[in-house]
């Protein structure tokens, strides 16, 4: 059966971009998370040729809010660059109607998609989950080489681009792991990291699917853990955000 490509629109979103914004959520990842909170919009459905129009006047209905904010289109997903044309399409579309946009990339995509985006997109937001090329591997199913060198090529081609880390305690916020994504960025000349603090709401998400949780006793990163972690980064010399701070 043929349906739309697109498993959630999120609006009035604040943490996926500057200003207010609409958050469209594209099928289909080439990583697998452990701590995936999006497990409903992993896989890549065969596609409607009409879905554009339906986004694009439910992204437009608050082009009045990303005006006043700074806001605009985000594209999320599951990995929002994983079906170029798709990307590619709703990116179009977005610039034909002036607005700003961003796209929340895993990185683990065709070198030729992300030169393909760039003219169109305003902000990348670049996750990096864990700079160990084995730890990747064995949390998310695949190695750095890629996602780090398409790292490098954004950042080489003159792109804006945010870099993210997710905090997730025992997996990534050990001292060794904080020095060596430290050393990876300043290799890159960037400066400044996001931190996204884990969280369990997405669990019941895996209930209503009936599938098991790869990590169902992860807990959220303490008020301790993060600043640990925040001031671990700082000390090597990061500028040091955080989701919902
Ligand atoms: S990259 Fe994001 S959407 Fe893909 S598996 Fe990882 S957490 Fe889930």
């Given at each position: 059966m043929l349906s739309s490509p697109v498993f959630d629109i999120q609006r009035f979103s604040i943490h996926d971009g500057p200003g207010v914004r609409t958050t469209v959520f594209l099928r289909g990842c080439p990583l697998r998370c452990?701590?995936?909170?999006?497990?409903?919009?992993l896989e890549v459905v065969e596609t409607k040729d009409d879905w554009v129009p339906g986004v694009m006047r439910e992204v437009c209905a608050d082009r009045t809010y990303f005006e006043v904010s700074g806001g605009g289109l985000t594209l999320s997903g599951g990995e929002p660059l994983l079906e170029p044309s798709r990307a590619l399409t709703l990116l179009r579309a977005a610039k034909a109607e002036g607005l700003h946009t961003c796209v929340q990339t895993?990185?683990?995509?065709?070198t030729s998609t992300l030169l393909q985006v760039l003219p169109l997109v305003d902000l990348f937001q670049f996750d990096l989950k864990h700079v160990d090329e084995a730890k990747h591997r064995e949390w998310?199913?695949?190695?750095t080489a890629r996602i780090h060198a398409n790292a490098r090529l954004l950042i080489e081609r003159g792109a804006n681009v945010q870099f993210r880390m997710p905090v997730l305690p025992g997996i990534n916020d050990d001292p060794e792991h904080l020095g060596r994504l430290a050393a990876f960025l300043a290799s890159l000349g960037v400066s400044a990291l996001r931190l996204v603090p884990y969280h369990r709401h997405y669990l019941a998400k895996y209930e209503a699917l009936n599938q098991p949780a790869r990590l169902p006793a992860l807990e959220a990163p303490s008020a301790a853990q993060l600043a640990g972690v925040v001031s671990g980064l700082k000390t090597r010399g990061l500028e040091v955000t955080v989701d919902g701070a």
């Open positions: 452990a701590w995936c909170q999006n497990p409903e919009g895993c990185g683990a995509v065709p998310t199913g695949a190695g």
